[in-house]
């Protein structure tokens, strides 16, 4: 384990928005400003997928000639304010029913409930403006891909049937065509964009980290972590190494800092010889396209199974969710956010953590999803996106796994929208963009210098 230390760059760059920042406070408690439900059976175009899938809730597969939009695990900023962009994970949940599901980034307008009016719907939006869409269709996402062969992998495309079994039905010949990639060949459960507007994907087979240019077209071998492999890991498979991490542990939340310089990739599970209950975060240079040395541990709560997201607060403060498998229908759920400080460590070595946002306990005075009750639970098995919205708002919401059922009732469970309001106000200190910094220093550096120039005279 290394201790976080500033780069120059960063430092000055803290030192400036430090000028703006405010006090940092501690949310005791949160309320539910916003809320949209984009219905399960929610589809955009693409091929025949759920084709190695079960159906549940009444809804069977395969979907012919369509895709779910469904299985959020990861949101960004989308291009026009209140739009976002949101990334579904692997289709159907295994690597062994996904190979027709294609990776892809969505782009939404939820249009929120709220005290004030609202029709807590979600609608299609152009994945490059942020207009409105009348549905899921070409425009409103991309998906990725490997038309120049970098990715070392064997991937669905480069097979005649689906995992190259001659029982299997034919890859689907857009697939082929373009090298698309799909939920057999990669568990991508996060993304982030860089500062130079290219994507970065989480992967949980290797794990790796995926590159890709702003239309989803990979730009580079994907990189592996030296000493950690799932059995899903190429060289696992290959008999080259030994698997250190359990099945499909890999990647689960991924965090940028503000401007855009660095990675910190979670793990979902323990590396073997880590103590237990132990995640590894890691942090990795876009500059360098290498991984820092940097390391930090986090320490699941003895309710938690697992984590969902990872997203930065500052440069050195991140919010993660972490949560257990129960649902409303089945067991006891718990579903948190935690905020982390990379600054600060307990006895064991552990990053220290809060509790920003206890999902299962949200004020709902005005009833924005209409249950009869002013209290707000989530009580979803998987909850895999955070973003900051302000200091005190955070848009969170669940990756439903199309068409799984049982997070409120039997059916197959929606895709809930939460805006969440917190009490005390997040310390959000975001970096400017390295142009706008550069302009911002020398701003004030003018300043200094004339400021000298009348002390001289």
Do not use: C
């Not at 708002?393 to 809930?416: F, H, K, Q």
Request: hydrophobic share 40%; glycine share 12%.
């Amino acid at each position: 384990m290394t201790t976080f230390r500033l780069t120059k760059r960063t430092a000055a760059a803290a030192a400036v928005v430090a000028l703006f920042a405010a006090p940092l406070a501690q949310a005791a408690s949160a309320s539910l400003a916003g809320w949209a439900l984009m219905p399960a059976n929610t589809f955009a175009d693409g091929p025949t997928s759920g084709q190695f899938a079960s159906g549940a809730g009444g809804n069977p597969l395969p979907l012919l000639n369509k895709q779910p939009v469904q299985g959020f695990s990861a949101v960004l900023n989308g291009p026009k304010a209140g739009s976002y962009i949101y990334m579904a994970d692997n289709g159907f949940g295994a690597q062994g029913n996904s190979a027709d599901t294609l990776l892809r980034l969505y782009a939404v307008t939820p249009d929120f409930k709220t005290a004030s009016g609202g029709s807590g719907t979600v609608a299609a939006a152009n994945f490059n403006t942020g207009a409105a869409m009348a549905g899921f269709t070409a425009g409103s996402h991309i998906t990725l891909s490997d038309p120049n062969h970098l990715l070392s992998l064997k991937v669905q495309a480069d097979y005649t049937r689906y995992y190259n079994n001659a029982a299997n039905p034919l890859v689907d010949p857009s697939i082929r065509a373009n090298r698309l990639l799909t939920g057999a060949d990669l568990d991508v459960e996060a993304a982030r964009k860089d500062k130079n507007g290219n994507y970065w994907f989480g992967d949980e087979f290797g794990p790796y980290l995926i590159k890709t240019n702003a239309n989803g077209e990979v730009l580079r071998r994907e990189v592996g972590m030296l000493g950690v492999a799932s059995p899903q890991n190429e060289a696992v498979v290959n008999g080259t190494i030994g698997a250190t991490l359990g099945r499909s542990l890999g990647f689960e939340g991924m965090a940028s800092s503000p401007n855009g310089d660095r990675l910190y990739t979670l793990l979902e599970g323990t590396v073997t010889g880590d103590p237990a209950r132990t995640l590894r975060i890691n942090a990795f240079d876009i500059d360098t396209e290498s991984y820092t040395g940097q390391q930090w541990r986090y320490k699941l709560d003895a309710a938690g199974t697992a984590i969902g997201d990872m997203t930065a607060i500052n440069e050195h403060e991140f919010l993660v969710i972490e949560r257990n498998g129960a649902t409303a229908t089945s067991g006891t759920p718990f579903k948190k956010i935690f905020k982390i400080d990379l600054n600060q460590v307990d006895g064991s070595g552990n990053l220290s953590k809060t509790e920003v946002v206890n999902l299962m306990d949200i004020a709902d005075p005005n009833d924005l999803n209409g249950d009869g009750s002013t209290a707000f639970t989530f009580p979803f098995t998987t909850i895999e996106s955070v973003l900051i919205l302000d200091a005190n708002t955070l848009l969170v919401a669940n990756d439903n796994n199309y068409p799984g059922t049982g997070g409120r009732n039997l059916g197959s469970d929606n895709t809930e929208f939460l805006k969440i309001r917190l009490d005390q106000a997040l310390n959000v200190s975001p970096v400017p963009e390295p142009a706008s910094l550069a302009m911002l220093l020398g701003g004030l550096g003018v300043v200094g210098f004339v400021a000298r120039r009348r002390q001289r005279g």
